[in-house]
Nanobody, 127 residues
Framework: QVQLVETGGGLVQPGDSLRLSCAASGRSSIFPTMGWYRQAPGKEREFVAVARWSGGNIYYADSVKGRFTFSRGNPRNMVYLQMDNLKPEDTAIYYC????????????????????WGQGTQVTVSS
């Protein structure tokens, strides 16, 4: 059984950095398309960053563009979300997501396209 496990969340001050990690374990633990989503209290889950590794395509939400970096590690079952210059509005539970399909541009941001999700890690940005 394949699982995604996120780590790296915590409480930081505005302007600080955090790096979230997501480890995929189990059979077929390398996915062609993966993403990071977040959900703040009282809000719907929203897209943060997604990647289609085969083409090297990475897409970011406008709210995090230039501050967050989505990357894949070595071994390739590890992915990371480097978050710099964090703001209070970044406070949320962050989820790693994966799909065995290579999603196209029109659907890659849609949470419903991902069949595998981690349990989430809390990020709180507060002074």
């Amino acid at each position: 059984q394949v699982q995604l496990v996120e780590t790296g969340g915590g409480l930081v001050q505005p302007g600080d950095s955090l790096r979230l990690s997501c480890a995929a374990s189990g059979r077929s633990s390398i996915f062609p398309t993966m993403g990071w989503y977040r959900q703040a209290p009282g809000k719907e889950r929203e897209f943060v960053a997604v990647a289609r590794w085969s083409g090297g395509n990475i897409y970011y939400a406008d709210s995090v563009k230039g501050r967050f970096t989505f990357s894949r590690g070595n071994p390739r079952n590890m992915v990371y979300l480097q978050m710099d210059n964090l703001k209070p509005e970044d406070t949320a539970i962050y989820y790693c997501a994966a799909t065995s399909r290579t999603l196209i541009f029109s659907t890659i941001r849609q949470a419903g396209e991902y069949e595998l999700w981690g349990q989430g890690t809390q990020v709180t940005v507060s002074s």
